[in-house]
């Protein structure tokens, strides 16, 4: 059974660091939908996705526990996007140029081993069978909920929880050769 969010909050605050990854794996989907609705843009909503989770596990001792965690998480992911287009709107505006931190075009290197990876996942997906695979495209592509998977492939909540959980094993398996 998987422990609330307060529950969670509550083992991180009691010094468990490493339970903020379930909550980070449990709201990650939700906030990029979030993120994506506002900035349109993949490569956007991930850095909104990210710096939402940093802003939140900085400020986890404000968090009220009176208000949901994912509620509290949605907004601070709002504002993060919110504030990404406003700095794109005024750097377009003032006809400024967004500095570069670092060079974000690709490099040759960088997309060698792009297209290196999408060849072993596409290899990879193909030792799944189909029910493996659909539950796996579902969950991890469009976001379902297993309850969704679970409707969509009509098969009961374990068969749905199993398969994806025997997809990922697969694919990371054949990731690394084993």
Request: aromatic share 6%; with cysteine; net charge positive.
């Amino acid at each position: 059974m998987q422990a609330s969010d307060d529950a969670v909050i509550g083992q991180i605050r009691a010094g468990d660091k490493g339970a903020y990854q379930i909550l980070v794996e449990r709201h990650a989907r939700t906030l990029f939908k979030v993120a994506d609705r506002i900035t349109r843009n993949e490569g956007d909503s991930e850095d909104v996705v990210q710096e939402s989770f940093v802003r939140a596990w900085r400020n986890l001792d404000r968090f009220d526990e009176r208000v949901s965690f994912a509620t509290w998480l949605r907004r601070i992911a709002t504002n993060c996007a919110l504030d990404l287009v406003r700095r794109r709107k005024w750097v377009a505006d003032t006809g400024g140029d967004m500095p570069d931190v670092v060079d974000s075009s690709p490099k040759a290197d960088r997309l060698l081993e792009s297209l290196e990876s999408r060849r072993r996942l596409e290899a990879g997906m193909k030792t799944l069978s189909p029910q493996q695979c659909a539950a796996f495209l579902l969950r991890h592509v469009k976001g379902n909920s297993i309850p969704e998977i679970e409707e969509r492939l009509q098969i009961g909540h374990s068969a749905a929880k199993h398969s994806v959980f025997r997809a990922v094993e697969k694919l990371r398996r054949y990731a690394l050769g084993r």
